[in-house]
């Protein structure tokens, strides 16, 4: 077992090269600061590199949440700029998660929320547990989803179930998501990563050289180009009254009091 030394994420890898990546801020129900931004961006190039790890398992730390979203704490003050631009950050390390040549199972053991479900989407497979819920809230922050979540849930579930999660900011349990397409299996709570090492296990017995071809050529059949539209039209949430509103009725554990500016 090897293991890499982050302040935010676990890495470490087992013998048969399947390598578990966990988000691991359990008090904030491991919500996405920079510093797990910027931790993600490092493990996915050290992924990349290290020629022991064949596939990635990509989970939470704690009972309750794979990641509950963005920090809110830091969205608050973000205005256009910083807003498109944390956008397109983010939107970056998802990418890199996303083009990763090996494969990458994401094992979502609770709340999806908002850039959580961002994170699972960009893997490649998602596996449910019984308590995963998936979800879309940011409208209810005065928001739009900002990591490629408005572009990467019409992939997986179509148009129509992405409205209406986007639209309501609506929440999705394991049995749904499996339903819609938006996980592949639904296993027992604290089964998903066991689950997840036998499938990586099956995947390589072949080739490696043809996973990663495989997945670069899925990948090509689902390129669109909104996702710069995105960063752009979430930047410019950042300036309304709404957007201020939304998130500090969050911190201020409140209900936010919309006023349409
Ligand atoms: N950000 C910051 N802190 C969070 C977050 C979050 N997303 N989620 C939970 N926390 C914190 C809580 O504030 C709380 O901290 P403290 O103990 O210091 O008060 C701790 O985690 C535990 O959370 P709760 O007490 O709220 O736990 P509950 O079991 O009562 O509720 C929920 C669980 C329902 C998951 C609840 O925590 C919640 O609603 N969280 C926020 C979910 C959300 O709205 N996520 C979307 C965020 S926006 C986003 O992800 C945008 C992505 C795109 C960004 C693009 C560019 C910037």
């Not at 090269?17 to 801020?25: C, F, M, Q």
């Not at 730390?61 to 794979?66: D, I, N, R, V």
């Not at 830091?74 to 990763?100: M, P, Y």
């Amino acid at each position: 077992m090897t293991s890499y030394n982050f302040d935010t994420l676990l890495l470490e890898t087992d013998e048969n090269g399947i390598a578990v990546l966990t988000v691991n801020r359990p008090d904030k129900l491991n919500a996405l600061n920079n510093t797990v931004l910027d931790e993600l961006e490092k493990a996915v190039k050290k992924i990349e590199k290290d020629e022991d790890i064949r596939a990635v398992v990509v989970t939470g730390a704690g009972e309750k949440a794979f990641v509950a979203g963005a920090d809110i704490k830091e969205l608050n003050t973000l205005n256009k700029k910083q807003g498109e631009k944390q956008s397109v950050r983010g939107q970056k390390v998802f990418f890199a998660l996303e083009n990763c040549s090996k494969p990458v199972i994401a094992v979502v053991n609770g709340y999806a929320l908002g850039g959580g479900a961002e994170l699972a989407m960009a893997c490649h497979i998602r596996i449910a547990e019984e308590n995963a819920v998936f979800g879309l809230p940011e409208v209810g922050l005065g928001l739009i989803p900002g990591y490629g979540g408005t572009q990467r849930l019409p992939q997986l579930v179509g148009k129509s179930k992405a409205m209406e999660l986007i639209l309501t900011g609506g929440q999705m349990k394991a049995e749904e998501a499996l339903s819609t397409g938006l996980a592949s299996q639904v296993v027992p709570q604290g089964a998903g990563v066991e689950k997840a090492r036998e499938l990586a296990s099956k995947m390589l017995k072949n080739g490696p050289v043809a996973l990663s071809k495989a997945i670069a050529s899925v990948n090509t059949g689902f390129r669109v180009k909104g996702f710069s539209d995105e960063a752009e039209l979430f930047g410019e949430l950042c300036e309304t009254e709404d957007f201020k509103e939304g998130t500090t009725a969050f911190l201020e554990k409140r209900k936010a009091n919309f006023q349409g500016r």
